[in-house]
């Protein structure tokens, strides 16, 4: 089966492994990336952002990081782990995926127009007339203490009732309706070179609120399942 994926502000459908919404994703990356552009700008742009990443989160080659769960498959470390960020325990949730925490920055609503301003296409406009009642951005960048680490991104958009929660979500959840924007890596986190592809995401109800996380690596390398996994987790931290 095919997925919503969030990228540049839109929500965008990928479909099946081998399918041609996959291909043609696949090639659209290919064309940037040969013409120096994209996410990272071909060999040099990955070196330079590798290069800054790690700059910024040093700290990161201590070989510091306690394995809670050791010899667990990942799927148990990342049950346990968003039950820990459930409770509210974000350090026992990451060291149950064998990660620490880096560098946290939390963002709130300060002004009624807030939610409007992060927001893009049909979904500010449903933000428009639907105003939230509360905005809560956080970005997180986590580390293996090994030198791989990755940026996390929790968006929580609160509104008056449950039902309006509900209807922002099937807004949101359409292709090209656009988004409500992370916060900005390089600007918050000091990470320059890095942004969120969107292809790791986890969104889900939260009472009267929707929660909406991305993961993506920043240095290093994580695997496609792990990503996953920090993005579940982190859906269900308490932003703060």
């Known amino acids: 089966m095919g997925r919503w994926i969030t990228k540049d502000g839109k929500r965008i459908y990928i479909g099946a492994k081998g399918t041609g919404a996959v291909a043609a994703a696949a090639a659209g ?5 040969g013409a120096g552009g994209g996410v990272f700008g071909g060999a040099a742009g990955e070196a330079g952002t590798a290069g800054a990443a790690a700059e910024a989160l040093a700290g990161n080659t201590a070989g510091d990081v306690a394995d809670a769960l050791p010899g667990r498959s990942l799927e148990t470390r990342r049950a346990q782990a968003r039950d820990s960020a459930e409770r509210g325990k974000a350090k026992e949730a990451w060291s149950r995926l064998k990660l620490k925490e880096l560098k946290r ?3 709130r609503l300060e002004r009624e127009g807030d939610c409007v ?3 893009s296409g049909k979904v500010r406009d449903f933000l428009a007339r639907t105003p939230c009642t509360s905005l809560d951005r956080m970005l997180l960048a986590v580390g293996d203490g090994h030198g791989n680490a990755a940026v996390v991104s929790v968006v929580r958009v609160g509104f008056r009732s449950a039902k309006q929660a ?9 292709q090209g309706s656009g988004d409500v924007r992370p916060l900005e890596i390089a600007a918050v986190l000091g990470i320059a070179g890095v942004r969120m592809s969107g292809l790791h995401y986890r969104s889900r109800p939260d009472g009267h609120a929707m929660v909406v996380a991305e ?3 920043a240095t290093g390398h ?10 579940d987790v982190a859906a269900y931290l308490p932003v703060r």
């Open 222 to 231: 994580f695997d496609g399942p792990t990503l996953d996994a920090l993005a």
């Open 117 to 119: 301003a992060a927001a």
């Open 105 to 107: 920055e939390v963002r």
């Open 215 to 217: 993961a993506d690596t």
């Open 166 to 174: 509900r209807d922002f979500e099937k807004v949101e959840a359409v």
């Open 29 to 33: 990356l290919a064309i940037a990336a």
